[in-house]
C-alpha cells in the first residue's frame, strides 16, 4: 500500500508547481503535533567531486520534524556539500535524501522548483541587492515565483514585523547594519512559508553581541513557524545556544552525532575535540608555570586535580560535598559550570593539601572523570 505521507508530498508538491500566481500556499501542520517524526533523511550519501575529491562518505541519518539541527566541522569538512544536497544544490553522486519519505533527486524540474520554495536558505554574506529597498530584497522571491503585489506586500509586512525591521522596510542596505542586513536575509528566506530552513554559517560575520540576537531570533522563529532548522557552523557556541543535536564532520565522514549536551559532554573524536577547546576552560598560565611533578618538600604543597562533570552522572548540578570530602580547606583555582539541554556540566580545577588528600584517599569522587595534573606550594 502506497504510503500516505508520500501520497501527501507528492500531492503538495504538485499543487504549488502549478499553483497559478497570486495564490497561497496551505499553511502546514504544527511540528509540535509529531515531535519525533523524521522529516529529512539522509541515506547513503556520497559526493565525489571531478577530480577525485570526496567531500561525503556514506552519510545515513536523521533530522526530526521541528528540530534544530546542526552540523559542525573544520574548513573542508564538507559541512556545505551537506547542507545543499537537502535541496539539491548539490546533487549527490551516491545515495538518497530524503524528505517527508520522498527522494529529492528523483524530482522533476517542476516539482524540485516547487520543494525548493518550501526550503528556506540564508548564508553568511546576506546576497541582498544595493539597489533595493529592504522590502524590495524581502519581496523578489514573490515577485519571481509570479506572486500578486497586493499578497506580497502583506506577506512582506508580516515577516518583517517578525525579524524585527519594520521600521527599516523602505531603507536600502547600505544603512543597515550587519545583523539588520541578515535579518532581511532571513526574512527573505521566509516568505514561501517554508517548511525547512537551512542556514550557511549565517552569525560568521556578526560580532558576539549580534550573534546572540540573531540566535534568539532563530529561535523564537522556530517556535512560533515549527520550523526544522538545519544549520551550519565552525562555531561551538552556536550549537550550544541553539541546537537539539548536533552533527561532527570530518572529512567527510561523520565522526559524532547526538544530543548537544552528550557531544559536548563526552566528546570521542580528535576534531570534536580539537573544535571545543576554545570553549573549556584549561590550566591558567601562572599556575601551570609553578606546577611540579612531585610534591614540594616532606608531604607539603597542594595537589592540583582536574576534575570533570560531562552531565551523565550528576545532570542536576555538581555537589560541593564532593570538595569537601577531599579536604576541608579544598581551594577552587579555576573553572565553570555550565547547563546545557537540563545537564550541568564542565570543568573545575581544585588545589588539596597533599596531606589532607592521602589521608582522603578514600573519599569517593562524584566527577565523571579526574586527574591530578601536578602539586605547587602552599602559596598557591
Known amino acids: 500500500m502506497p504510503n ?13 508547481a502549478a499553483a497559478p500566481a497570486g495564490t497561497t500556499a496551505p499553511t502546514r501542520p504544527c511540528a ?23 567531500a561525503l562518505q556514506e552519510q545515513s541519518f536523521a533530522i526530526r520534524r521541528g528540530s534544530v539541527f546542526g552540523i559542525i566541522g573544520r574548513s573542508g569538512a564538507g559541512k556545505s556539500t ?10 549527490p553522486t551516491a545515495g538518497r535524501v530524503l524528505i517527508d519519505d520522498v527522494d529529492v533527486g528523483a524530482l522533476d524540474e517542476d516539482a524540485l522548483v516547487g520543494l525548493r520554495r518550501r526550503i528556506g536558505m540564508i548564508f553568511q554574506h546576506f546576497n541582498l541587492l544595493s539597489a ?24 512582506v509586512e508580516e515577516l518583517l514585523d517578525l525579524v524585527g525591521l519594520a521600521d527599516k522596510a523602505d531603507v536600502h542596505p547600505s544603512k543597515l547594519s550587519g545583523g539588520q542586513k541578515q535579518r532581511v536575509g532571513i526574512a527573505r528566506a521566509l516568505v514561501h512559508r517554508p517548511e525547512i530552513l537551512l542556514c550557511d554559517e549565517a552569525t560568521s560575520a556578526l560580532d558576539p553581541e549580534t550573534t546572540h540576537a540573531i540566535l534568539g531570533l532563530l529561535r523564537d522563529i522556530k517556535a512560533k513557524l515549527g520550523l526544522t532548522i538545519v544549520l551550519i557552523t565552525h562555531d561551538m ?17 561523520r565522526v559524532e552525532h547526538g544530543p548537544v549536551w552528550s557531544v559536548f559532554g563526552t566528546p570521542k573524536g580528535d576534531a570534536t575535540q580539537a573544535l571545543l577547546r576554545p570553549l573549556r576552560r584549561g590550566l591558567p598560565e601562572d599556575i601551570a608555570a609553578r606546577l611540579l611533578p612531585e610534591p614540594p618538600g616532606q608531604g607539603g604543597g597542594h595537589a592540583v586535580l582536574s576534575l570533570r562533570f560531562t552531565g551523565e552522572s550528576h545532570p542536576e548540578g555538581v555537589s560541593l560535598a564532593s570538595l569537601l570530602a ?23 580545577l581544585i588545589a588539596v593539601p597533599v596531606a589532607a588528600m592521602r589521608s582522603a584517599a578514600g573519599a569517593r569522587f562524584t566527577p565523571d572523570s579526574w586527574k591530578v595534573l601536578g602539586y ?4 598557591v
Open 4 to 16: 500516505p505521507i508520500r501520497r501527501t508530498v507528492n500531492a503538495l508538491l504538485r499543487k504549488t
Open 32 to 54: 509540535m503535533d509529531a515531535p519525533a517524526e523524521i522529516h529529512i533523511r539522509f541515506d547513503g550519501v556520497g559526493k565525489i567531486y571531478p577530480g577525485g575529491v570526496q
Open 82 to 91: 551537506l547542507l545543499r544536497a537537502i535541496n539539491m544544490l548539490e546533487r
Open 132 to 155: 533595493k529597498t529592504v522590502r524590495e530584497n524581502v519581496g523578489l522571491p514573490l515577485r519571481v515565483a509570479g506572486i500578486g503585489a497586493v499578497e506580497t506586500r502583506r506577506r
Open 237 to 253: 557556541a552556536v550549537i550550544r545556544a541553539l541546537c537539539d543535536e548536533v552533527m561532527v564532520l570530518d572529512r567527510g565522514r
Open 326 to 348: 577531599l579536604a576541608p580547606d579544598a581551594r577552587l583555582l579555576h573553572g565553570g559550570i555550565d547547563r546545557i539541554q537540563g545537564h550541568a556540566q564542565g570543568d573545575l
Open 376 to 379: 605547587v606550594a602552599d602559596n
